[in-house]
């Protein structure tokens, strides 16, 4: 039988931010909230990911709630499984799972202007209704396929690097991947020792790092258990890095030089022939894209089994896969790590406003919103990870953590107000925002760096990217001011259909 609940909070998502966001509003001693899931467990992008060699490139110790340590990180950039099972744990550890509904994939959130509150429909006939919604649907959920002519046709396997079929057994395969984004790197390693043959179809080569990855001893695990505070301490040191770090991404692209000698010497150690050096050797500055680490990347490129392409997939015939240089391939299996639906994420059209407009439709010249958070003309509705929030050094724990002490001071705002109330982020705030984000962000490498990436629209602008320090983000979300926002209250009869009451807002 459908359901029907109405909730104070309803929480969209369970992956890092959504969970984040539950344990918050428990904290806050919210209990009125659910989590509504589309999966039929938590976890998110962690969830999904399960392709060979799946792991976390920022270390464990900091990609982790600083609300909820784990002395017993494996490695220190930890592998896929553990970091979904640190987040089953911590849906445990802190009494999530009442609130959580899982297999409830969000179809529709419509503002409703005189009830003030969101309608929520699911696939699965479930509605319910919410003061406030929190969307924590991630950017990196919906897989992007590429739109390549006879793609559709071809007679073997295709499957994207998020949507491994783990049934799928490719020894002794003709494999063909596509990309070499992070996702791309980490698989190749892996499958190249199955595959009789592994073509890897690059359209622009990427700068890879070494990686410092290394077992966490037992001594290191007991330390942290026994006193806290090393763990803290670690935590910490590792953050302090990556502040540091900040300047040359933001303000200084030309510092990042000595980066690509170390990259470029990582290259060499593996890649002795000049020919295969000059195909993978970038023409940009290194972090224009996110820079990636592997240890074991160009080792597998060097193997005998293995060819690269230097050049993106333009159309499928049959078996021939033919790239855009002409070069033909054949291949059993397509494996596609070709990225994600970021900046036209699919959630946004499903999301209707206060003005009876979809978030599409509302950021068809590019995303933006409010300290990351609020969209105007969508009161009450704010995202975790919403429009630059990413960051390309660090960890994005400590953005989401940012945005929970935003979103636990918006809902003592509406606390304090009283009574049946929204808030709805003014235009000029947005904008004003906006705008001091995109001035700093004209020196950034990610501008200027002389590449494309996921960090930037169709239109060239990064709606993406953090340009500064999480330090930075920390006090820029620390509270709500009151005068960003509209305080809409219900309509009154035969008066102006939202009331908006600056003295309110002032007071
Ligand atoms: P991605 O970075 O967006 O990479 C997509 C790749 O597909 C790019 O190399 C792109 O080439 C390529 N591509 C697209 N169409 C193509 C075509 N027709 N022919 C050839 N290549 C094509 O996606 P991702 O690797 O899944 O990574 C997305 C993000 O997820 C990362 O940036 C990171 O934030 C996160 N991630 C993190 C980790 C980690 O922590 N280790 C691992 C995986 C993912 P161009 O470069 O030319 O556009």
């Known amino acids: 039988m459908a359901q029907h609940e109405h909730v104070r909070v309803a929480v969209i998502g369970s992956g890092f931010g959504g969970l984040g966001a539950a344990v918050r ?15 039929g467990s938590v976890g998110g992008t962690w969830r999904d990911n399960s392709y060979p060699g799946c792991a976390c490139d920022v270390p464990s110790h900091l990609y982790s709630f600083s609300f909820a340590p784990n002395p017993d990180w494996p490695r220190t950039f930890s592998g896929q499984e553990h970091i979904r099972a640190y987040l089953e744990r911590v849906a445990d550890t802190f009494g999530l799972r009442p609130h959580i509904r899982l297999n409830h994939e969000v179809t529709l959130m419509r503002w409703d202007n005189d009830a003030l509150h969101w309608v929520i429909e699911a696939a699965n006939g479930a509605t319910f209704t919410a003061d406030v919604v929190v969307s924590a649907t991630g950017p990196l959920s ?5 739109d390549i002519p006879g793609l559709a046709d071809f007679p073997g396997k295709v499957f994207h690097s998020a949507q491994w079929d783990h049934d799928y057994d490719l020894a002794g395969k003709r494999v063909a991947v596509i990309g070499t984004g992070a996702s791309a790197i980490q698989i190749v390693p892996e499958i190249q020792p199955q595959a009789r043959r592994l073509t890897l ?13 290394r077992a966490i001893s037992g001594a290191e695990k007991w330390l942290h258990r026994a006193l806290p505070f090393t763990g803290t301490a670690r935590r910490g040191l590792l953050w302090g890095i990556r502040e540091l770090q900040v300047g040359a991404f933001t303000k200084h692209p030309d510092q990042l030089g000595l980066v690509e000698r170390i990259a470029k010497a990582n290259m060499a150690r593996a890649i002795k022939d000049p020919q295969l050096r000059a195909k993978l050797t970038p023409s ?26 230097a050049s993106g997939l333009s159309e499928v015939r ?13 291949a059993d299996v397509i494996v596609l790590g070709t990225g ?7 959630i946004a059209d499903r999301v209707v406003g206060a003005e009876g407009i979809t978030l599409a439709e509302s950021w068809k010249d590019g995303m933006e919103s409010l300290r990351g958070a609020s969209a105007a003309g969508f009161p009450n509705w704010m995202t975790i990870i919403g429009p630059n ?20 001071d918006y809902l003592r705002q509406l606390d304090v107000l009283g009574g049946r109330v929204a808030l709805g982020a003014r235009s000029s705030a947005v904008g004003a925002w906006n705008r001091r984000v995109q001035d700093r962000m004209k020196r950034t490498v990610w501008n200027t760096g002389g590449c494309t990436s996921w960090y930037l629209d169709s239109t ?11 330090a930075e983000f920390r006090r820029a979300t620390r509270a709500v001011d009151l005068a960003e926002y509209e305080v809409i209250r219900p309509p009154v009869p035969n008066g102006p259909r939202k009331a908006v009451l600056a003295e309110e807002a002032a007071r």
Not at 318 to 328: F, K, N, R, Y
């Open 25 to 39: 509003l428990r904290r806050e001693g919210i209990t009125d909230f659910l989590v509504l899931e589309r999966a």
């Open 142 to 146: 919906d897989p992007k396929l590429p």
């Open 201 to 213: 179809f690059q359209r622009t080569p990427p700068w890879v790092m070494p990686r410092m990855d």
């Open 284 to 309: 940009y500055r290194i972090g224009c894209k996110r820079i990636l680490l592997s240890n074991a990347y160009y080792p597998a490129l060097a193997e005998p089994n293995v060819d690269v392409v």
């Open 318 to 330: 049959g078996s021939t896969l033919v790239a855009s240089d002409g070069t033909e391939t054949e």
């Open 340 to 346: 994600f639906h970021v900046t036209d994420m699919p």
């Open 389 to 408: 929030t990413g960051l390309g050094n660090s960890s994005m724990i400590l953005m989401i953590e940012s945005q929970l002490n935003y979103m636990a």
């Open 460 to 470: 060239g602008r990064n709606t993406t990217v953090w340009p500064g320090t999480t």
